[in-house]
Structure formats: C-alpha cells, structure tokens
C-alpha cells in the first residue's frame, strides 16, 4: 500500500505562485509514475502534469509554460510548481502514483485564486 500525502494550497492572487508537495510512503516502487490531477466543483477530474522516474514530464495545454513538475526520487516526493496563476486554476488538485502495484492518491489539496 501506498500513501501520499499533499501540501502547499492555499489562496493566492492571479498572477501569483504556489508551490505543492507531495511525499509518498509505503511501498513505492521504483519504477513509477507520479503527478497531478485537479478538479473543479462540478467538473471532472482532469490531468495536470505527470512525470516519470526517469524524469520525463508531460502537461495538460491549460498549464503550460507556467506549471512545472519536478521530483525528489530519494524523497519519493513530486512537486508542483504554479506560476502566473489564472483564476480558471482553482480547483481540489490531487497527486497520484501509478506503478505495478496500482494507482494511488492523495487526499487533495485546495488552491484558491483571488481576482
């Protein structure tokens, strides 16, 4: 069993920054994929930025250029950083980690954006 947890929402004015963490324990395996999701009230859950151990990243087009995931793998810690924040951001983001043993997450953490 696998568990994440997150840190690091909050509320902040467009155009700002946040940073999240989040640290997984447990069972981790090696080899595996961590990253963000986030939803919106009354929205699905929709894929933010992902990254392998091995480094490689991939984002959603809607974070782009201002969003960047990173990893500590001797932490087993993902990060996400957010700039330039836009009030289209808000929502519960989650973190993930998807290995042989199977998909995990966090319990969500809440980011504000402020107008």
């Known amino acids: 069993q696998v568990q994440l947890v997150e840190s690091g929402g909050g509320l902040v004015q467009a155009g700002g920054s946040l940073r999240l963490s989040c640290a997984a324990s447990?069972?981790?395996?090696?080899?595996?994929?961590m990253g963000w999701y986030r939803q919106a009230p009354g929205q699905q859950r929709d894929l933010v930025a992902t990254?392998?151990?091995?480094?490689?990243?991939a984002y959603a087009d809607a974070v782009k250029g201002r969003f960047t995931v990173s990893r500590d793998n001797a932490k087993n810690t993902v990060y996400l950083q957010m700039s330039s924040l836009k009030p289209e951001d808000p929502a519960v983001y989650y973190c993930?980690?998807?290995?042989?043993?199977?998909?995990?997450w966090g319990q969500g953490t809440q980011v504000t954006v402020s107008s």
């Open positions: 447990g069972s981790t395996d090696i080899i595996n994929t």
């Open positions: 990254i392998t151990s091995g480094r490689y990243t």
């Open positions: 993930y980690l998807a290995s042989r043993g199977g998909v995990f």
